[in-house]
């Protein structure tokens, strides 16, 4: 059996692999790049189908599907590839469900819930204290932070038992935890937490659909265009599907790739696959033991996604946004729904049933999960709900070659000990994917970012090819330290603060803090907040 | 092609899968077994090696290779293997070296190092408080234990940052984490902890060499003549080597087991490697995602191994035991050293580098880490350290089909979620691999209890073979629930407050407990218990 040559080989034909591809491609358009792909199909994590819908089909997202306009890398290459965004729908009420199966649905009109005096007073303090940690957290080089090995010695579950004192924010955050990571607080390093906030411009980022967050935009047609044009420009003949390596040996001359049924010869491997994906291909030389250490404390998070279509956007006739968030107390399955029309007017509810709830649901029957969905729709949303013309799921879990969505996170001690190695080439073997970003590292534009990142690194050290200043640039920041990063939410934080309300809850709570500075009076703090206030909520942020 | 059939294929030739081979077999002599490994050699994390000594050549342990008098079924498969243990050597002053490099290096003659009266304290009150813990937990079914989701939520660092009140004391247990898992503290889940503890008995058998402890014997010739006495007795033609198992597909009828070269037809399976490299197979159907995720977060320790053969055993002529602990704060490469003369006389001391340090210390030359344990050894020891005969190590890291030692640990949020899949077959596959076992979980006797098991399940399930009552009670107990475990430590802490110096130090503690009972308080406490004691050590348990 002869092996075929090229001289670059990308694993993973995923956002990160064909941007890897493109940028090669458009720097040396000579040069022979193949991309192997388990699946039988591109896109990785993004997925898009067709669906029945009120105008016959239509198009929707199972996979990843927002982008933000701080997503610099994604943005660029939308715009390249000629594709369209539009704004995830967001006018209305919200609906907000916390505190057991049997509390008030409530609804909300802000960006943030209308919660209780006390619980709000929490918020603000907490937001505050992780945005100012985040703004200390070097992206690059975590183990730089000041503080690391505190930082990345506890999960963000214990960062929340001892800095958040109402259960109410516990429960709002662990939520936050699910929609985000697909994994429960316990699930993950707080460090990683606060290193991912950090590359998202802050935790607020990560959390909303306003301008600037990462549920800002949707891109018409869906995501997977964007892997589906990619292999267009680099060449479909280059991607071959079904074809998963399973090994990759590497010599003085050559990396050789084995799939099943084929071996390649190449100069230099892209492995893009997620870190526990690439961790069962089997290397000779072995790789580093640091590496293999990393990759085995990496879990992806679980998320099973649902796409409802409707005759029509009943929610909206009815002033409600089509966003909602139960808490896991509740009986709900799902932890966050939001509208997801399409840009054709084709109605259409998106949600997720995530972390320790997808535990819990993977299993169950598909009946049985649809009717638990659909019942907890009809009380938030009406009995309109019922009456759906299409439902749709998709559990990442059980997506061969995925395994889980929409990240990996890394366990506690990690970023201390191992971390170098989630970026460091091994030989002519170099990684990206979107958990080796440095800028909105676990999105779409951190896919990018990190596959343009590999592609220099291939082009540079293997091709000879001489690097622009700006490329150089490219390649200096993602490996080597530049100090903590800048931009978070800290400014935004201080826009809340205009909010006559908050002043008012913020100055009780500091004379109340510098009466009582010891731990056990925040228990005070709670009775004199609850009786302050009594029962009237502050609508925060809607004045 | 046409696949070999046989009734069962075993996943690994170390002590768990050789062990279950062993009862397969001897409850039925017709059963046709296969067992698959992908070393060149049986035993899996034991191995046993011929070294340069003062007599000529003499056999060590380069991997597991203490049992004790409590593990019930490593003693019993020594017995019926006709092998013999010796105890640990234990006579002598011990050395004791924290505090940073210029520290002072101690020395103690109890089981426990001669603490100031402020740690002592301190120890006594952490432990005291962990093992009322230990006897809560549910060890067959962690998530059943009180508070488990907190107890899960939380890394051992940061029960350590929250209940222990010194720095000296942190750094005892982070030496203890290193020398017993192979992990920081920061690296594992503080319920995977307590389970782990709760399956030896307690925390203190698991970091002692007394009587009942982890350390308490060896086995004479070393531990990997069970691996090797076991294929014996299973058939050495029954024992495949350089066989890694690398797919294995299940329907109705077979289970289909795949190496590079070959394919086998089986009835069951049992995966006997650590989670980490049952994780690296491809399994169709999918396993699972619970378990997926499960082994996505059960990292492998990180030990460096080393022996040095002596002309004499130096150290017992001067006084000392061999033993001595190192934190991670002094400039000395290993955590811990023992007497390793062999039963022939042949003087030798072993030590591990492990954790962190293993980490810092796996890239380094040989040569420079050689040195480093050397000029460690000379300054514990003297200067006669330095003459050795032979140097031998061993980085488990490095080592194909382990890929890390002593065991795999659980990162925080798993117990909660994904226990049950630890040990729950999937189809015709069944768990084995001391993380398996419930009792000794970790150690070789963990392996022979899990072996033992999984060869019951397949008796059971499989070979439709009627288990005696004992039989179907081990099948019960590992399976279901039985509430918390019994055996902890505690009644040995209570021994501990016989000692008249511990009277006196817990009754001035509890006295200062009890006129202030306030988490700031401790700071007044820590004040007061070193101006109470001045520079006066309490020579604890050492009266």
């Not at 409707?310 to 002033?319: D, H, V």
């Not at 896991?328 to 995530?354: M, Q, R, W």
Request: glycine letters at 8%; charged letters at 20%; aromatic letters at 8%.
């Amino acid at each position: 059996m002869t092996a075929e040559i090229w001289d670059v080989i990308i694993v993973g034909a995923g956002l990160s692999g064909l941007s890897a591809a493109h940028l090669l491609r458009k720097r040396d358009a000579k040069l022979r790049i193949l991309i192997l792909e388990g699946k039988d199909r591109v896109g990785g994590r993004t997925m898009t189908r067709e669906l029945p819908a009120a105008g016959g089909v239509d198009r929707w997202d199972l996979g990843g599907q927002w982008v933000g306009s701080t997503q610099t890398h994604i943005l660029e290459l939308i715009k390249e590839l000629g594709l369209e965004v539009y704004p995830q729908f967001r006018t209305g009420k919200k609906v907000h469900h916390m505190g057991g199966p049997t509390s008030k649905v409530r609804t909300f009109r802000s960006s943030i819930p209308t919660l209780s005096p006390a619980v709000l007073m929490d918020f603000t303090q907490l937001l505050w204290k992780i945005d100012r940690l985040c703004a200390t957290v070097c992206v690059q080089d975590p183990s730089r932070t000041p503080n690391a090995v505190q930082l990345d010695g506890m999960t963000l579950h214990s960062y929340l038992e001892q800095h958040a004192w109402t259960a109410e924010l516990k429960e709002e955050l662990g939520l936050g935890s699910r929609a985000v990571f697909g994994v429960e607080p316990s699930q993950m390093s707080f460090l990683f937490f606060l290193m991912y906030a950090a590359a998202a411009g802050g935790l607020l980022p990560l959390l909303e659909s306003t301008p600037g967050s990462a549920q800002e935009f949707k891109i018409k047609g869906g995501t997977q265009q964007l892997s589906e044009c990619l292999a267009e420009r680099v060449g479909w003949k280059n991607v071959r599907l079904g074809s998963a390596v399973t090994a990759i040996w590497q010599d003085a001359e050559w990396a050789r790739v084995a799939t099943a049924a084929d071996t390649f010869l190449c100069r230099a491997v892209i492995v893009t696959c997620p870190p526990h994906l690439a961790a069962k291909i089997h290397y000779e030389p072995a790789l580093p033991s640091q590496r293999e250490f990393l990759t085995q404390s990496m879990p992806v998070g679980h998320m099973i996604k649902f796409i409802i279509t409707y005759q029509t956007a009943f929610w909206r006739e009815k002033g409600f946004s089509g966003e909602s968030v139960a808490g896991s107390s509740t009986e709900c399955p799902f932890c966050v729904t939001f509208d997801a029309t399409s840009p054709n007017g084709n109605a259409a509810l998106v949600g997720f049933i995530s972390g320790q709830q997808a535990s819990q649901w993977t299993s169950k029957e598909p009946e049985e999960r649809r009717k638990a969905v659909l019942s907890s729709l009809v009380k938030y949303f009406g009995p309109e709900a019922a009456s759906f013309i299409h439902y749709e799921e998709k559990d990442w879990a059980k997506e061969e070659y995925s395994g889980g969505c929409p990240v990996n996170v890394m366990a506690p001690g990690l970023l201390t000990y191992y971390h170098p190695s989630l970026r460091r080439p091994c030989g002519r073997i170099h990684w990206a994917g979107t958990e080796t970003a440095t800028q909105w590292c676990g999105y779409l534009s951190g896919a990018v970012q990190a596959g343009q990142r590999a592609a220099l690194e291939v082009l540079a050290e293997v091709c000879h090819v001489t690097l622009t200043g700006e490329e150089q640039e490219v390649l200096r920041c993602s490996q080597t330290v530049n100090g903590p990063a800048k931009q978070t939410s800290s400014s935004k934080l201080l826009c809340l603060f205009t909010s006559k309300s908050v002043v008012i809850a913020t100055l009780t709570l500091s004379s109340v803090l510098l009466l009582a500075r010891r731990h056990d009076a925040l228990t005070n703090i709670k009775a004199y907040l609850a009786g302050a206030f009594s029962t009237r909520k502050l609508d925060f942020l809607g004045l």
